[in-house]
């Protein structure tokens, strides 16, 4: 079985490189033939892909434990769900997943589009096959997921697993790296039309609008993956927070950083033809720092004094990345003048240049991300030395940077194109801005003094304010109109331009999101070593330990401790974190326990039985506002959702949109949007 | 040209900011990653940085005295095997356990006049074969960067 598996992956291999060369030597000869026997050789790879796929997971489930990833991944006594979650829970596997995602993207973006872009879609498959080789040749002959132990070991097969890493256990870890994968092989979509646009010569931007929706869904993911990443460290780690600037999480956000300038700087280019240079960049940087985010969890790039495991597939990455980076510069400057702006930016204040610094900023924080992230490696090579930073450089940077976004987020949308004469910019900003000198005053006379939670919740209110406005304004109009209630009027507005006020709900999610960020501010943690009886108090909260207790269980020993939860002497709630040690890995787990409520959490973690004596160790923390962050991430859910629903007037309102622009994108006022 | 004049202006000042406030975030945070024999051969440049020291916790040499505890780290490999380092870790988080007799452990903090280590946090990992893979962490440590997190993505 395991030969069929790696035989299928070889023959994968194999047909990738056919796909490639037949799909350019086609578009070069103009030999249809070839073409489409490219085509064909897309849906092959995926089938061959999906075999071994098939079987790797049929030896997961089944127990296969002659197979090293099943004995190291997987165990009898799992359940189906974490059987299959392991396909992705280790280094072999995982990389095995993004092949066959991106198998997966390629066949639908051949499917989809076999009947359009004639021109360009062999370039496309080109491309994707390019990368899905590179995949391959990492799947075959760097880690093949179909070792058996019999290779030079003396053991045939093993009685049980390993199991899956106990971490790993539970529900958002089991969709999380899915979400986050979809993401990151998504955004080869758009990179390939990107390039093959360019490779062709295309006039135009027929490339964004054909990717817009895969930047778009692809976006999405990324968010899901990256806020099921949060939530999972702030409930399964036990450290108390969501976010700790390790290299693993930044290796997340860093591309969805780009993504996100990406989706903003693309309405440039459609409205006013400017930036496509620009966004050629994005685009491409997006996609490379999709692969560079694989390597860095990969290879063991960055946590090199602890790296387990180095593996040379550091040096595979680097090299793919090299080639392509270098492809991609050199294809952008040799086509530089197929990308000339339409136009010119105007005045300071104006939409464009909303959109400029939004891009700037969130490039800033890319920049500084990567640079944080790198800084061993970077001092290293340079003064010999490893430096480190630690998470409070990345808030010193990203905090004002985030502050800033969250003003053009309120601002941005609300400023007109090209130039904005000071008396409209008195009517739109006049109230969000005293609301939002109110709201910071009434915090301050409240006793808040952390500049910057002030300026936040400030700063929050203020886009709540213009978003509403805009709302408003617009149901007012259609409600007087068509004569409907304003509630009915809200809904048809968002129908009519589905971009423009879905952007609106995804940019009030952000802000609800940003409400929680602030109250990380006010974070209050305690440890103590406490004994049954003893009692202490946290934020309003006094906690009286009433048990501790052990036991052993099956898989784990554990070590439990009862909580009575009190508020002005009364109870309201009894909290059991717990501790778990599991016999397979002898790892320890915590399962904390959160009492969840929108004003604050609190959080306790048992964390060790105590050095003496019959106490335990509980770390107590109130996070204010934590909730905020997941409502808010529905939001942003929703709204990109709306985003994707075509609207219902596409035509009439791209022309009302822009007026006074002259650029032949307006006339062609294919796209309606923000 | 004037528009792009105030742009280059706006854009100057932005950057200029972001570097400053970078430039400072490094200063306030930088950590030398060194190993014991490393901290040995920088002699007195090792004061007054902030310091983490990679090990191996030399066995029975655990020692807790009230809140504090004490232990040596060795060098585990490279021509200086074997030199010790003498830490004593006065910090308040519980110690992980994972941190135990020939345990890879991270020291973070200073190192004292007499040159013995003083730390505020201790990181560790079992130095057990069977479990040295990339992507295991302990619970009730900040996951920083001694561990990656178990392969999230």
């Known amino acids: ?674 | 040209m004037k528009p792009y004049m105030k742009f280059g202006l706006v854009i100057g000042i932005v950057i200029a900011t972001l570097a400053w406030l970078a430039v400072g975030g490094v200063n306030e945070t930088k950590t030398y990653y060194k190993t014991v024999a490393e901290l040995q051969q920088m002699g007195d440049r090792a004061q007054g940085k902030r310091l983490r020291v990679g090990g191996d916790v030399v066995k029975g040499s655990i020692q807790r005295s009230g809140k504090e505890v004490s232990f040596h780290l060795v060098q585990q490999d490279g021509a200086a095997k074997g030199q010790l380092l003498k830490v004593t870790y006065t910090g308040s988080d519980p110690l992980p356990d994972t941190f135990r007799d020939d345990a890879q452990a991270l020291a973070d903090g200073h190192l004292n006049a007499d040159g013995s280590f003083n730390a505020n946090k201790i990181q560790a990992k079992c130095a057990s074969k069977y479990e040295a893979k990339p992507g295991q962490i302990k619970p009730g440590t900040e996951p920083t960067n001694i561990t990656s997190k178990p392969s999230r993505s």
């Open chain 1, 1 to 674: 079985m395991e030969n069929v598996g790696a035989l299928s992956l070889l023959l994968a291999f194999c047909v990738a490189i056919f796909a490639l060369f037949s799909s350019i030597v086609g578009a070069w000869r103009k030999n249809l033939f070839l073409v489409a026997a490219a085509q064909r050789s897309v849906y092959l790879v995926w089938a061959l892909i999906t075999t071994a796929s098939g079987l790797l997971l049929y030896g997961l489930i089944e127990g296969d434990f002659r197979l090293q990833y099943v004995a190291s991944h997987s165990n009898k006594a799992m359940p189906l769900l974490y059987k299959i979650t392991a396909w992705w829970g280790g280094q072999e596997g995982s990389l095995l997943f993004w092949s066959w995602i991106l198998s997966c993207y390629g066949a639908v973006v051949v499917f989809t589009n076999r009947k359009q872009f004639k021109t360009i879609m062999p370039w496309v498959i080109g491309v994707i096959m390019f990368t899905q080789i590179f995949f391959l040749i990492l799947n075959n002959f760097v880690v093949p997921p179909f070792q058996l132990w019999a290779i030079g070991r003396g053991i045939i097969t093993l009685p049980d697993g390993q199991g899956l890493n106990p971490l790993l256990q539970t529900p958002s870890m089991a969709i999380h790296p899915p979400m986050l994968y979809l993401g990151y092989v998504g955004f080869i979509v758009p990179f390939a039309f990107a390039i093959a646009s360019l490779i062709t010569k295309q006039p135009g931007d027929e490339w964004i609008h054909t990717t817009r929706r895969w930047t778009l869904v692809t976006w999405l993911f990324q968010t899901i993956g990256i806020t099921l990443g949060m939530g999972w460290a702030y409930y399964v780690l036990g450290w108390g927070g969501y976010w700790a600037w390790d290299p693993v999480e930044n290796a997340s956000v860093l591309p969805w950083i780009t993504a996100t300038a990406f989706l903003h700087s693309v309405m440039m280019q459609e409205k006013r033809g400017m930036m496509k240079v620009w966004n050629m960049v994005l685009v491409s940087a997006t996609f490379f720092l999709c692969i560079f985010g694989t390597m860095l969890t990969r290879s063991g790039l960055v946590q090199s004094v602890h790296a387990f495991g180095i593996s040379s597939i550091g040096n595979y990455f680097a090299t793919f990345l090299a080639i392509g980076i270098a492809a991609t510069v050199w294809l952008i400057l040799d086509r530089l003048e197929f990308l000339k702006s339409e136009s010119h930016l105007e005045s300071v204040v104006s939409r464009e240049s909303g959109f400029l610094f939004n891009n700037l900023v969130l490039l800033a924080s890319c920049f500084a991300v990567l640079w944080g992230t790198l800084f061993p490696v970077i001092s290293e090579a340079v003064t010999g030395e490893k430096i480190s930073v630690d998470a409070p450089f990345f808030n010193k940077v990203n905090i004002p940077i985030g502050l800033f976004l969250l003003f053009l987020t309120g601002a941005g949308p609300l400023i007109a194109w090209r130039r904005s004469s000071p008396d409209s910019l008195r009517r739109n900003f006049m109230w969000p801005t005293i609301a939002m000198f109110v709201l910071m005053a009434v915090l301050f006379g409240a006793g808040i003094r952390n500049e910057y939670a002030l300026l936040s919740f400030g700063l929050c209110l203020f886009v709540t304010a213009t978003i509403a406005s805009e709302f408003i304004k617009g149901a007012i109009a259609i409600a007087h109109k068509e004569s409907m209630n304003v509630v009915r009027a809200t809904i048809e507005l968002t129908y009519r331009n589905t971009r423009r006020y879905g952007g609106y709900l995804v940019h009030m999610g952000v802000v609800v999101m940003f409400v929680g960020f602030t109250g990380a501010a006010f974070n209050k943690d305690l440890i103590v070593e406490a004994s049954m009886g003893k009692s202490f108090n946290i934020g309003r909260y006094e906690l009286k330990i009433t048990d501790i207790k052990d036991g052993d269980e099956e898989n784990y020993a554990w070590m439990k401790a009862k909580i009575d939860v009190l508020v002005d002497g009364q109870k309201i709630d009894t909290m059991e974190p717990e501790r778990r040690i599991y016999k397979a890995s002898r790892q320890p787990t915590s399962h904390v326990d959160i009492r969840r409520r929108l004003n604050e959490d609190l959080f306790l973690n048992f964390a060790a039985m105590a050095t003496q004596g019959q106490g335990a160790v509980i770390q107590a923390y109130v996070f204010p506002l934590v909730s905020w962050i997941w409502v808010g991430f529905w939001v942003v859910l929703i709204g990109t959702i709306i985003c994707l629903i075509p609207s219902k007037i596409k035509y009439s309102y791209a022309r009302t949109e822009v007026v006074g622009t002259t650029t032949t994108n307006v006339s062609k006022g294919s796209h309606a949007k923000t």
